[in-house]
């Protein structure tokens, strides 16, 4: 349903592009449609550069969300297409920008359709799910083809009933891929699914299973509700002198270490840490986070030694509170059918090495 909607959105969208450029326009030229064209391209190549370049890392931790994202982004950019030969003046922008949208869109759907696809492959055949999905969407897609065949006479020459028509087919098109990205049950942590199971854990010592975690999941950007989560950062984010990597070696034996700065919960992560370190590392970060929320300090972090210490307190703290829960938590989460060999939260690329001296 969502790629057959979308297909028709497509074919109303081109339309309303090679009108534009001066299709059965004889005032048009072909240097100038050329010219636009290659404009429309060479932005969109710079948007797919820079998008891959800046989120890259985050697509597959956020797959349902950049999924979701890149379907309304696509039909924004259609629906820029479908307006702009109605504001001649301005319809190179206009195209650029769809454009750079679409490209945006390319990478995101990509990318997340990867992602979804390993979860897809039980079998590990992600060869045959990624063919059979491919000749389903060719399947869908010719469907559309035939049905645009029908709508183009019928919408030629009449705006009213193309824009009618398109957001027609966007409503549909957004309800199902929204019903379809809340279908799939990952049962890999990422952030917000681990965060989700931990807020559960603290509440009651109740775990939730792969199933009820996600239908909680967040499927859309939500923007500055919580303390902001740093995972991966260099040393220099989390101890700025002696004094402060002896704060957070203090009662931690983990292979990880934790600060808070500027308002962020910033983790350091060894090289050797595993899949369950990293694991704890993240629950500790969102206990962190929940410390720093409720005393209402995040305003003033960083500005006095005093509350500097309050949060190396608040880490310290944080360590014990581990020490507690953190192995039921792992078997019991284990026992409810999440994959404990892999996750995908988003770590950077930065690992720090120390070593304790004895004494």
């Known amino acids: 349903m969502q790629a057959f909607s979308s297909s028709l959105s497509g074919t109303l969208a081109t339309q309303a592009s090679l009108r534009g450029v001066g299709v059965g326009n004889q005032e048009a030229t072909v240097a100038a449609a050329t010219v636009t064209w290659l404009l429309k391209d060479g932005t969109g190549m710079l948007g797919r550069i820079l998008f891959a370049w800046q989120k890259g890392s985050k697509l597959d931790s956020e797959a349902k969300k950049w999924r979701l994202f890149a379907d309304v982004l696509n039909d924004i950019a259609m629906f820029m297409e479908i ?21 945006i869109v390319g990478v995101a759907g990509g990318a997340t359709r990867a992602a979804l696809t390993v979860h897809q492959a039980r079998r590990d055949n992600m060869a045959d799910i990624s063919a059979k999905d491919g000749s389903q969407e060719t399947l869908v897609n010719l469907a559309g083809l035939l049905v645009s065949l029908i709508l183009i006479p019928l919408v030629t020459d009449n705006p009213v009933l193309t824009l009618c028509l398109f957001f027609l087919f966007t409503v549909l098109h957004l309800f199902a891929n929204y019903k379809a990205v809340r279908s799939v049950v990952m049962e890999t942590f990422n952030e917000a699914r681990l965060s989700i199971v931990l807020q559960q854990y603290l509440k009651d010592k109740q ?31 989390i101890a700025q002198s002696p004094e402060d990597l002896e704060l957070a070696l203090k009662e931690n034996s983990m292979p990880y270490l934790l600060g808070v700065r500027n308002g962020c ?83 950077d690329e930065w690992r720090v090495e120390w070593k304790t001296k004895s004494s």
């Open 265 to 347: 919960v910033c983790v350091c992560l060894g090289p050797e840490a595993s899949v369950s370190d990293e694991i704890r590392a993240m629950c500790q970060a969102v206990v962190l986070g929940n410390m720093l929320s409720s005393s209402n300090s995040r305003e003033a972090t960083g500005a006095a030694p005093k509350q500097q210490k309050g949060h190396w307190e608040m880490v310290h703290k944080s360590h014990k509170l581990m020490d507690a829960i953190f192995n039921p938590l792992l078997k019991g989460a284990e026992a409810a059918g999440w994959d404990m060999k892999r996750t995908l939260i988003d770590w």
């Open 207 to 237: 775990i939730l299973s792969p199933p009820e975690a996600n239908q909680r999941e967040p499927v859309f950007f939500e923007f500055g509700q919580t303390v902001p989560i740093k995972l991966g950062v260099r040393l220099q984010e």
């Open 83 to 103: 307006l702009a030969p109605y504001f001649p003046a301005c319809f190179t922008f206009i195209v650029c920008t769809a454009g750079i949208f679409k490209s």
